[in-house]
């Protein structure tokens, strides 16, 4: 089955929710993943070799400061530093933002406030990393076997 295995790491049950019914009514996705708790991300991604996430969508306003040490984590072992990694910020993080994009995080984009303009958003992302991308390490094209 063609697709993109996606893992959401995001602690806020709304926002979970939200991302969950928007990533999941995509058709791109094949599986879908969320962590709450974003201890031993690497471990878990690791570990699920045969459903090593494609994408990771990654929330900037984790619990004291963990996401930029989760992109740090996820970028520097080798099995999990070309997975794409996409991240969640609200509009005041611009020094985030910065730290975010230091430690290699591929994409920080602003959490949209109304339910409509994130599927549009998410959409969107899924639509590059689907069927435009290249994935290193995967299967390519990951949704378009016309192309590959």
């Not at 990393?129 to 990951?142: E, I, Q, S």
Request: charged share 25%.
């Amino acid at each position: 089955m063609m697709g993109l295995n996606v893992l959401l790491v995001e602690d806020d049950a709304n926002n979970a929710r939200l991302l969950r019914e928007a990533v999941k009514g995509h058709s791109s996705v094949r599986s879908f993943q969320q962590l709450e708790d974003p201890d031993g991300i690497v471990h878990y991604v690791r570990a699920k070799a045969s459903e090593k996430p494609d994408l990771i969508f990654l929330d900037l306003k984790l619990p004291a400061g963990r996401t930029l040490e989760l992109l740090r984590q996820i970028k520097s072992h080798e099995d999990t530093r070309v997975i794409p990694t996409v991240v969640f910020t609200p509009p005041e993080s611009h020094a985030e933002v910065q730290e975010a994009y230091k430690r290699y995080a591929n994409c920080c984009l602003l959490k949209p406030s109304l339910y409509h303009d994130l599927r549009s958003t998410v959409g969107a992302v899924l639509d590059f990393w689907c069927v435009f991308a290249v994935l290193a390490g995967f299967r390519n094209p990951v949704c378009r076997p016309d192309l590959g």
